[in-house]
């Protein structure tokens, strides 16, 4: 008999592409991990994962059920959260830090449904260029972007690959044409800054490329980056999950297909059974996953 539980375990697994990996990220152990899989297999009578020494790979029929499995994890989180709201009448405050960016283009309509579900609750956006410590209590929800996400305690899901790369507005394109190659970037302005949690890796990306005499203009802060990008001043390096959603945007080289960088939404561990902590992450984790499935 399949155990719809069973789904957060192979949806974890195939982020973790192992065992161990999908055992701290549920805190659980890795033997109850292999053996929610196997249970979940021989509930279906098919091969999700293929074993190997590297780890467990998805087969093409679990490719072909990982997003299926994913929207009934997500679903199912949601009823819950919601019956926990009817049942307790969930009120109270949200702190959510993220990127300046992510909170203007992503979270604002996010944040309007929300409220309107659920009007007891109050949500604290926290944009601050400083990284929050879940851990400490500085904030209760991070929205991140990251390869593997550090940090003692933290728990969460990984809502999409979150690559960043080159863009520039439509308008820039259409008064300056499309760079052929990597090469002819050099020819083109490029938009600098974007905050402390951007430009040191941003600014040696330049250098490395030597394209650090195109900048012609600097912004403090990632959003606003990304307007004078949209405006059509000239190119930057922005996030995927962002720009691809952007019409005024173009994508002016592809990711590295090795770039495993990821957004993830993430709370600290006691927090995760807080039911206006979990109603406020399913909400989020179903909104931004549909835009996943609309891409």
């Not at 069973?6 to 065992?19: I, P």
């Not at 996010?110 to 400490?136: A, F, K, M, N, Y």
């Not at 259409?174 to 020819?187: H, T, V």
Request: proline share 4%; charged share 25%; glycine share 8%.
């Amino acid at each position: 008999m399949l155990n719809w539980d069973d789904l957060k375990y192979f949806a974890a697994v195939a982020e973790a592409q192992s065992t161990l990996g999908a055992a701290e990220r549920l805190g659980v152990s890795q033997t109850t991990v292999a053996r929610r899989i196997a249970a979940l297999e021989a509930a279906l009578g098919l091969e999700l994962f293929e074993r190997r020494s590297s780890g467990y790979r998805l087969t093409p029929t679990g490719e072909a059920l990982l997003g299926k499995a994913r929207a009934v994890e997500d679903t199912i989180g949601l009823f819950a959260a919601a019956a926990s709201s009817e049942a307790r009448g969930v009120v109270g405050d949200v702190r959510i830090t993220t990127f300046e960016l992510y909170a203007t283009r992503l979270l604002a309509p996010v944040i309007r449904r929300l409220r309107q579900e659920h009007p007891g609750l109050r949500i604290d956006i926290d944009t601050s260029q400083d990284v929050r410590d879940l851990e400490s209590g500085a904030a209760d929800i991070a929205l991140r972007n990251s390869r593997s996400p550090s940090g003692r305690g933290l728990v969460g899901r990984r809502i999409a690959d979150d690559p960043w790369t080159v863009y520039a507005g439509r308008s820039y394109v259409e008064e300056n044409g499309f760079p052929e190659d990597r090469k002819a970037l050099a020819r083109h302005s490029f938009i600098g800054g974007g905050g402390v949690k951007l430009w040191p890796a941003y600014s040696k990306w330049l250098a490395a490329n030597a394209l650090e005499d195109a900048v012609v203009l600097r912004h403090d802060s990632e959003a606003g980056l990304y307007a004078a990008v949209r405006s059509g001043l000239g190119l930057a390096v922005l996030p995927s999950f962002v720009a691809d959603r952007d019409p005024e945007l173009v994508r002016i080289l592809p990711p590295r297909a090795d770039d495993r960088i990821g957004l993830w939404l993430l709370t600290h561990e006691r927090l995760r059974n807080v039911p206006r902590i979990r109603l406020v992450l399913d909400f989020i984790a179903r909104e931004l996953k549909a835009l996943v499935r609309e891409a």
